[in-house]
């Protein structure tokens, strides 16, 4: 059996990218997490994959500082281009998914949740009716629990009835 050297990281990094234009994303052809994000292995046995945006961003613009994330202004995990990367601190990633629309919880409460059987519109009725629990599941067509969960504000909890 013989013992295969690992190419350098910059090299192996470069097989897995097609840098088609400066402007557009360089989307990451090796391995992927569920996430969308690029993998790469650092070289060696035994050591935890890197994520290939932060392999890029490290490559072109140098040492990413303890504690900040590399950040996509593309919006698009497996892109490494290092003109769609920046850096910035846990809360920034934060604030930033926040005002793009990509708060798992924000974008899916009310109708956006796919689960919903209950409407906004629904939901106002149940606010402003003085007719049993009861007789409101059936009118809706759901269960006694989720009128009783509007109506106590433990679910919709976003509309301001």
């Not at 994000?37 to 490559?59: C, F, N, T």
């Not at 606010?127 to 009128?147: Q, Y």
């Amino acid at each position: 059996m013989s013992n295969k050297s690992h190419a350098p990281l910059t090299e192996r990094f470069w097989r897995f990218v097609d840098p088609s234009g400066a402007d557009e994303c360089w989307c990451w052809k090796g391995s992927r997490l569920k996430s969308g994000y690029g993998k790469i292995g650092p070289g060696g046995r035994g050591r935890p994959d890197l994520l290939a945006h932060r392999v890029s961003y490290e490559i072109h613009r140098g040492v990413i500082p303890d504690g900040l994330y590399v950040m996509h202004m593309c919006d698009n995990p497996p892109c490494v281009n290092p003109a769609h990367l920046s850096i910035g601190a846990p809360s920034q990633n934060s604030a930033d998914m926040v005002v793009k629309g990509r708060n798992r919880y924000q974008a899916h409460s009310g109708e956006k949740n796919g689960w919903s059987v209950l409407t906004e519109e629904k939901v106002m009725a149940i606010h402003a009716s003085a007719d049993s629990t009861a007789h409101l599941a059936r009118l809706l067509g759901v269960s006694e629990s989720a009128v009783r969960d509007v109506r106590k504000r433990r679910t919709w909890t976003h509309l301001v009835c």
